[in-house]
């Protein structure tokens, strides 16, 4: 539905974004990460046709945003971090203005109120917006990205400066935005990223430098996976068994849990899954499991690895 190749963007010698592609399929919800001045709304600006890039290209369903502007944009539902929102209009007068200024040809009462029901701001729709709370500006904000139905949503940092009650409002439109639309959400806001999004892309310093599932993201990082298990037994029996199972890289012991037991660290393959095979494996050396749980880096733990290069974080904070 979305793809971008090759995309630059320079002003003088200063590279904001450095050959970045990435796609997007339909019905995906991808989040596009990055800290404060990584290049993400240059990005999103790019790809909805408000600044053009100094090379690269953005197809939208087949249509390049440079080439075609006009198909290109009529597939797109854009919400800015501002919302571009004119105060001293009512919520319906509003969604009619954006209605005609989009040319949408569809029947317009009954699909702004449809709007409105599915953002939730058809009981404020003869309210003037300068009266309405930030977290109804937000939504009147999702609204007009919705007139037409566009096949993709693009959100620049949705949730910037609302209430955690508002904020878990807006997760949750999404989140339902998302079975109807291909989103592309971009914030620096790990939680809003990892609660919301299929797909995360990171950007740091203009450039792309990871794209992986969101649950995968931190074992995509260290192209291996880990997990903590205790066992009771013998540690020359324990480590042999887990030794013998295909997929594992290297096993230790972490430390002591009891007089004859121990939670041992053990390194898999990415891509495998081991925990069957240690079962039996232990199971046959006999050696009860006592527990077994992930260890691999957060997604804050990964984020700081890939946009600071500090290994610290990877550690807990120790070096």
Excluded at 43 to 57: A, E, R
Excluded at 287 to 295: A, D
Aim: proline share 3%.
């Amino acid at each position: 539905m979305v793809e971008v190749k090759n995309l630059t963007k320079c002003y003088g010698d200063i590279k904001a974004i450095d050959n970045i592609s990435f796609s997007v399929e339909a019905g995906e919800v991808l989040g596009f990460l990055g800290p404060n001045g990584a290049g993400k709304s240059t990005t999103m600006n790019i790809i909805t046709g408000y600044l053009s890039s100094t090379s690269g290209t953005v197809t939208i369903g087949g249509k390049d945003i440079l080439d075609d502007p006009k198909g290109a944009k009529s597939q797109i539902g854009y919400l800015p971090e501002i919302p571009p929102l004119y105060v001293d209009m009512t919520v319906e007068k509003y969604l009619e203005f954006v209605f005609e200024l989009k040319k949408v040809r569809l029947p317009k009462k009954e699909h702004i109120l449809d709007v409105m029901k599915q953002v939730k701001i058809d009981h404020v729709a003869q309210r003037l917006i300068k009266n309405l709370s930030k977290g109804y500006k937000q939504r009147v904000g999702f609204a007009q990205a919705l007139i037409g139905n566009p096949p993709v949503l693009i959100l620049d940092e949705p949730t910037v400066g609302l209430d955690p009650k508002q904020i878990i409002e807006i997760r949750n439109l999404i989140k339902s935005l998302g079975k109807k639309h291909t989103v592309i959400l971009s914030s620096h806001v790990l939680s809003e990223i990892s609660a919301t999004c299929d797909r995360i892309v990171v950007i740091a310093n203009g450039k792309l430098v990871a794209d992986a599932k969101t649950d995968e993201l931190s074992a995509a990082i260290e192209g291996e996976r880990k997990l903590l298990v205790e066992v009771q037994g013998s540690q020359s029996d324990i480590i042999n068994a887990i030794k013998a199972v295909d997929g594992v890289i290297n096993v230790k012991k972490s430390r002591d849990t009891g007089a004859n037991s121990a939670e041992y660290l053990v390194e898999y393959d990415f891509g495998a899954d081991v925990r069957k095979d240690l079962f039996f494996a232990l199971a046959g050396a006999s050696c009860p499991i006592l527990g077994m749980k992930n260890s691999q880096k957060t997604l804050e733990e990964a984020f700081l690895m890939l946009t600071t290069g500090d290994t610290s974080a990877l550690m807990g904070g120790k070096k």
